[in-house]
C-alpha cells in the first residue's frame, strides 16, 4: 500500500464525493462526473488519482467506462489508523498518569509545608 498515494487522494472533496458515489455501486465515467460543475477531462484526471492509489478500479466494456470502488485501499489505512491511534493512545496514557504522579508529589509537598508552619505557629 502506498499510503501517501491514498491520502493524497483522500484530502480532496471531489475525490471523496466520487468515492462516495461508488460506494452505492459501479458507474459509468460520466455518471460520476454528471453532478460537478467541472469538465469531464477535470473529473477524469480526479479519477486517475484514485486508480493511481488503488481506490478505484476501471472495466472497459466498448466505449463504456465503468468505475468501482476497490475496498483493500481502505481496510489498509483504516489498519494503519489503529495502529497509529493505539501507538498514541499508551502515549499520551503515559505522559497523563506521569503528571498525575507529579501532580500528587507537589500536592503533598505543599499539604507538608503547611504542616510544618503550623507547627512552628
Known sequence: ???????I?????TR????????????????????FGISLNSV?????????A??????????????SLEPKPFDELTQWMAKTRDFWSSRLNALEAA???EDAI??????SKRTVKRKRK
Open 1 to 7: 500500500m502506498d499510503l501517501d498515494d491514498t491520502l
Open 9 to 13: 487522494a483522500l484530502a480532496d472533496d
Open 16 to 35: 471523496r464525493t466520487i468515492l462516495g458515489r461508488l460506494a452505492a455501486g459501479e458507474a459509468r465515467v460520466t455518471e460520476v462526473a454528471a453532478p
Open 44 to 52: 477524469s484526471k480526479h479519477i486517475r488519482l484514485l486508480e493511481r
Open 54 to 67: 488503488g481506490l478505484v478500479r476501471r472495466r472497459i466494456a466498448g466505449r463504456d467506462h465503468f468505475l
Open 99 to 101: 503528571l498525575r504522579a
Open 106 to 111: 507537589k500536592a503533598a509537598a505543599k499539604s
